[in-house]
């Protein structure tokens, strides 16, 4: 059981707090992701969680046992690091097998751990080379087949895929995430890249200055932002974010009244909220229809699977989604409207989401 428990940890760096009053729980065997722009405090908080920093306040535990104050060679984990920090004067294979050989594994124990973790990160042939011989990104799996070939039960992982290619990462993200399902090893990774954290975690933590803004699973993250910050970071496009007016029961976009279901009238204060939607939740046309919001077309962008339309409407920009077989041109007048049930409603000062039941929503429009 290697469950990863943090309560209230602060660590300041002179006058910046960079991580400020953190309450979370990493389940047994969970993959949970960091997730937050340059500076939010996600490698400090890893750091905290690793030993290599000391916290100012508050307690961290790794499978029921307090390390609050231990050592890193004494919490029971593994590391990977950004900067991949390989040993120049070794090989690869002494590299992976470094761990393995201070544990005092037998040989061949040792062996095929190495094998194995080469293995998995493409780098079976270059076991006999030198760091100094090979690639950033080839480095950076020596790293990672390093941490691997430990398997201990909570690993932690710094932004470990930011050298390799595009399609590299592609595909590592996939094998690495097949991976730690198999080793059953509890993982807490860093990233910036919102794609990764989408597409790996079983749960993303989003921060911002410090705290955590929101700590739930990825669908439920890109569903139902906590805040404007949230919808604006994760998704691409971003969720797009309108002021509407609200007056007698009515919610006015841009001059035109959208439908509200009723479930969300009662939490609408006058006289304004925040209206997010998804670009795939904005049907477009291009005649005058009921209920739509008319626009210009800026930009048309062919995705093979679906056009992105950037439009304007006096100061707002919006995405949306297109099929692609649909002809636009620049300065196009045309008109969208919002799936009404897939709105996200916020506090038009705090940018924080409204207590809406979409789940009632949803279910009443279906009903
Ligand atoms: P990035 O994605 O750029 O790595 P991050 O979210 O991991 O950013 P941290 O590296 O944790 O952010 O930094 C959080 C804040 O703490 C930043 O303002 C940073 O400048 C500051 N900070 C981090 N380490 C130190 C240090 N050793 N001394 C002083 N300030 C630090």
Known sequence: MAEIRIQNVWKTFGKVVAVKDVTLTVEDREFVILLGPSGCGKTTLLR?????????RGTISIGGRDVTNLPPRRRGIAMVFQSYAVFPHMTVFDNIAFGLRMKKLPKDEIE??????????????????????????QRQRVAVARAIAV??????????????????????????KRLFTELETTVVYVTHDQVEAMSMGDRIAVMREGEILQFDTPVRVYDYPADRFIGGFIGNPPMNFLVADVEDGRVVVHGT??????????????????????????????????GAIPVQVLVVEPLGSHNLVTARADGDIIKVNTPADLRLAPDQRVWIRFVPEKIRWFDAQTGKALPVDYQAVEAARVG
Do not use: W
């Not at 751990?113 to 990104?137: C, F, K, T």
């Not at 398997?151 to 690495?176: F, G």
């Open 257 to 290: 009244p959208i439908e509200v279901p009723p479930l969300v009238l009662e939490h609408l204060k006058p006289p304004r909220t925040l209206v997010g939607i998804r670009a795939e939740n904005i049907e477009l046309f291009t005649e005058q229809q009921e």
């Open 48 to 56: 905290c969680i690793s030993g290599l920093e000391q916290v100012d």
């Open 112 to 137: 095929r751990r190495v094998r194995d973790a080469a293995a998995l990160m493409h780098i079976e042939d270059l076991l006999d080379r030198y760091p100094a011989q090979l690639s950033g990104g």
């Open 151 to 176: 398997q201990s039960e909570v690993l932690l992982m710094d932004e470990p895929l930011s050298n390799l290619d595009a399609l590299l990462r592609l595909e590592m993200r996939a094998e690495l």
